[in-house]
């Protein structure tokens, strides 16, 4: 089956420092891959996506590429804010599985002033 | 647009007690879920459905019922409440019953059963 694998976490960063956050996939053909953000006492919103290898999904600054060689969708940021403290889930849907959604284990980031 | 709203916020069981949770939309979504969240374990699927009277099991679906008589509604109920259902449960939509639009999270139940 489907199946998404994050970095273990947390992550403390101080402001203005490099983020990355790896994830990887295990699923049959081209699935589609998202990440979310969940900020404190909030439901997940999407962050980003790519539906096809090599597409690279951006936005507020963080970016993603859909490597298939390595299944691989790692998340970067250049310089973190504050602002970004929150939990990072990075998911995939599967070529055959309609709207449903596979998570990865969540990665808590925390970046300090 | 409310967008996906929740209730309860929080709730406290005791084991063996029964409860709906509730889940509402006003986007006129086909597509709705519900995912338990456990520490270390990120989001996983209970229950899903793809349109009003059609519902199926995701993975983790024991112990729960869900029904869909509107596209606007879709509660979840806990049967007979077991400590290991203490979690964050999370209600989600979607235009597209086949993917390729953007799923939107309500803002979820904090479930304890003592």
């Known amino acids: 089956g489907n199946s998404v694998t994050q970095m273990e976490g947390p992550v403390t960063l101080s402001e203005e420092a490099f983020l990355t956050i790896n994830c990887t996939y295990t699923?049959?053909?081209?699935?589609?891959l998202f990440w979310y953000v969940q900020y404190p006492g909030e439901g997940l919103q999407l962050l980003l996506k790519a539906t096809k290898a090599d597409d690279k999904g951006s936005n507020k600054g963080f970016e993603a590429t859909y490597r298939k060689e390595t299944t691989s969708f790692h998340l970067e940021k250049g310089s973190v804010q504050v602002s970004d403290s929150a939990v990072y889930f990075c998911?995939?849907?599967?070529?055959?599985?309609?709207?449903?959604?596979?998570f990865g284990e969540g990665t808590q980031l925390t970046v300090n002033p | 647009n409310a967008g996906v709203t929740q209730t309860p916020k929080f709730q406290v069981l005791k084991t063996g007690q029964s409860m709906t949770l509730q889940c509402a939309q006003d986007m006129n979504h086909e597509y709705m879920s519900w995912y338990r969240q456990d520490p270390g374990m990120g989001l996983r699927l209970i229950h899903y459905s793809v349109g009003a009277g059609i519902t199926d099991q995701g993975e983790v679906p024991n112990g729960y019922n869900v029904s869909r008589s509107t596209t606007e509604d879709f509660p979840l109920r806990l049967l007979s409440a077991a400590p290991s259902q203490t979690s964050v449960y999370f209600c989600?939509?979607?235009?597209?019953?086949?993917?390729?639009?953007?799923?939107?999270f309500g803002p979820g139940t904090r479930l304890t059963v003592t």
């Open positions: 989600a939509s979607s235009y597209s019953r086949t993917g390729g639009h953007e799923q939107y």
């Open positions: 998911a995939l849907r599967g070529e055959t599985s309609g709207s449903r959604l596979t």
């Open positions: 699923a049959t053909g081209y699935p589609s």
